[in-house]
């Protein structure tokens, strides 16, 4: 079968890859439908991870089931499904507690399982034709047959559950404000949560235009923090000393992206952008080592974090991967009651052999590369 592989920094290819089969009593083998590439595609394409070449990507899948397992019960061969990013078990303790994404059964035990990731264990990624689901009745969300809502669906493998796993971790309230770091596809997904969950202004922070006008189209109000000080820019409309959330959804590659020679940036930035006894929610990815980066420190992941400061504020934070599957049935929900249409940041629909040019473009954050999807059967 076809599937995108990882070559070595900055190269993926298009190429013939071992059939994904059913290995497990309780696997299902899904044919992709949609499959998306992921800001966490890029750490491992642009080569500061440990990815050896020869990995198929893809964590944000669809598609149809094509056959499942004698130990599969709740999913059958024609189903709709989508498959949240975390593989997990569901019967370890993290996993009933709804932790999925810290799973102790699967590789690595407690640190998350994922499709086409490093560290995360053996499953191969689904930008290929075909996927293996293990504990296919717990990883498999069903959706309604067809193909209405394509576009939406797909972003509950990942983005739309991690945006509102967010503003859970920062605890947003009806009425609170909001500030969201990173105007990429997580950050406009806790943005949209952050509105649906009913905050009363959310104040969204990048420097790309386009992505900081699709802040806007939803309600949110646009910060260029290539302009100024956002903190600042955030406090002067706010008429306060801070906003009551924050999120963080850019992560230690900030420092490439805000040219600034310490990586913890957005961090120590949402401390002072966020009122004394508020809380922060932290979605963006911080690697635990990082072989490419500029210091010896941050390549050990020790990243200069002012926490005097958030002490004196008297803050709470909350991080991780999020748990996808808990919030991906309840999402799945809204899309079909047209209460949810978070495919208003899908911008390109591409056959998969596109891969190789949307990845270059996507991790150049080229104008209008917001979110890609690939689908393996145009
Ligand atoms: P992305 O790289 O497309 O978006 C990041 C955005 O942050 C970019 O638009 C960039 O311009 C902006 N940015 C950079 N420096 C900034 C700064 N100093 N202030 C404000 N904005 C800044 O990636 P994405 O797909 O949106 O993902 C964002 C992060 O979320 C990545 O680190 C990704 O790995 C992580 N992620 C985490 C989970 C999870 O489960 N926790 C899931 C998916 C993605
Ligand atoms: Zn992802």
Same mark, same amino acid.
């Given at each position: 079968?076809?599937?995108?592989?990882?070559?070595?920094?900055?190269?993926?290819?298009?190429?013939?890859?071992?059939?994904?089969?059913?290995? =497990?009593?309780?696997?299902?083998?899904?044919?992709?439908?949609?499959?998306?590439?992921?800001?966490?595609?890029? &750490?491992?394409?642009?080569?500061?991870? =440990?990815?050896?070449?020869?990995?198929?990507?893809? &964590?944000?899948?669809?598609?149809?089931?094509?056959?499942? +397992? *004698?130990?599969?019960?709740?999913?059958?061969?024609?189903?709709?499904?989508?498959?949240?990013?975390?593989?997990?078990? +569901?019967?370890?303790?993290?996993?009933?507690?709804?932790?999925?994404?810290?799973?102790?059964?699967?590789?690595?035990?407690?640190?998350?399982?994922?499709?086409?990731?490093? +560290?995360?264990?053996?499953?191969? +990624?689904?930008?290929?034709?075909?996927?293996?689901?293990?504990?296919?009745?717990?990883?498999?969300?069903?959706?309604?047959?067809?193909?209405?809502?394509?576009? =939406?669906? %797909?972003?509950?493998?990942?983005?739309?559950?991690?945006?509102?796993?967010?503003?859970?971790?920062?605890?947003?309230?009806?009425?609170?404000?909001?500030?969201?770091?990173?105007?990429?596809?997580?950050?406009?997904? %806790?943005?949209?949560?952050?509105?649906?969950?009913?905050?009363?202004?959310?104040?969204?922070?990048?420097? &790309?235009?386009?992505?900081?006008?699709?802040?806007?189209?939803?309600?949110?109000?646009?910060?260029?923090?290539?302009?100024?000080?956002?903190?600042?820019?955030?406090?002067?409309?706010?008429?306060?000393?801070?906003?009551?959330? /924050?999120?963080?959804?850019?992560?230690?590659?900030?420092?490439?992206?805000?040219?600034?020679?310490? *990586?913890?940036?957005?961090?120590?930035?949402?401390?002072?952008?966020?009122?004394?006894?508020?809380?922060?929610?932290?979605?963006?990815?911080?690697?635990?080592?990082?072989?490419?980066?500029?210091?010896?420190?941050?390549?050990?992941?020790?990243?200069?974090?002012?926490?005097?400061?958030?002490?004196?504020? /008297?803050?709470?934070?909350?991080?991780?991967?999020?748990?996808?599957?808990?919030?991906? &049935?309840?999402?799945? =929900?809204?899309?079909?009651?047209?209460? %949810?249409?978070?495919?208003?940041?899908?911008?390109?629909?591409?056959?998969?052999?596109?891969?190789?040019?949307?990845?270059?473009?996507?991790?150049?954050?080229?104008? /209008?590369?917001?979110?890609?999807?690939?689908?393996?059967?145009?």
């Amino acid at each position: 079968m076809k599937a995108v592989v990882y070559q070595g920094p900055y190269e993926v290819a298009v190429q013939d890859v071992q059939d994904a089969r059913i290995e =497990d009593p309780t696997d299902a083998l899904v044919r992709i439908t949609t499959t998306a590439i992921c800001g966490s595609d890029l &750490h491992m394409y642009e080569g500061r991870t =440990d990815a050896e070449p020869g990995i198929t990507f893809g &964590h944000e899948n669809m598609g149809i089931v094509e056959d499942v +397992g *004698p130990g599969v019960t709740s999913v059958r061969k024609g189903d709709r499904v989508v498959m949240p990013f975390n593989v997990a078990c +569901g019967f370890c303790d993290n996993c009933r507690a709804g932790k999925s994404a810290f799973c102790l059964t699967v590789n690595p035990p407690g640190a998350g399982g994922a499709y086409g990731y490093v +560290g995360m264990g053996p499953y191969p +990624g689904g930008q290929a034709e075909y996927l293996r689901v293990p504990f296919a009745d717990y990883n498999c969300v069903p959706l309604p047959e067809g193909s209405e809502h394509e576009q =939406d669906f %797909a972003l509950l493998a990942d983005i739309f559950p991690t945006g509102y796993h967010a503003t859970e971790l920062a605890g947003v309230r009806p009425g609170d404000t909001v500030a969201v770091y990173g105007a990429g596809p997580v950050g406009l997904m %806790a943005t949209y949560s952050a509105l649906l969950r009913g905050a009363s202004r959310v104040f969204t922070v990048d420097r &790309h235009k386009d992505r900081l006008d699709l802040a806007g189209q939803i309600g949110a109000e646009p910060i260029d923090f290539s302009v100024g000080d956002p903190a600042q820019q955030i406090a002067d409309e706010l008429r306060a000393p801070g906003v009551d959330r /924050g999120i963080d959804a850019v992560g230690y590659q900030a420092t490439a992206e805000g040219g600034e020679e310490q *990586p913890a940036l957005v961090l120590n930035q949402l401390v002072e952008t966020v009122r004394s006894t508020g809380s922060i929610g932290v979605v963006g990815l911080y690697l635990p080592s990082d072989p490419g980066a500029p210091n010896e420190h941050a390549a050990k992941g020790e990243l200069l974090f002012k926490v005097g400061r958030y002490f004196e504020k /008297g803050q709470t934070m909350g991080t991780g991967q999020a748990d996808a599957k808990q919030y991906a &049935h309840f999402l799945r =929900d809204l899309i079909i009651a047209g209460r %949810a249409e978070p495919g208003f940041v899908v911008s390109q629909e591409l056959p998969l052999a596109e891969a190789p040019d949307a990845y270059s473009r996507f991790d150049k954050r080229e104008r /209008g590369y917001t979110k890609v999807l690939l689908q393996p059967g145009r």
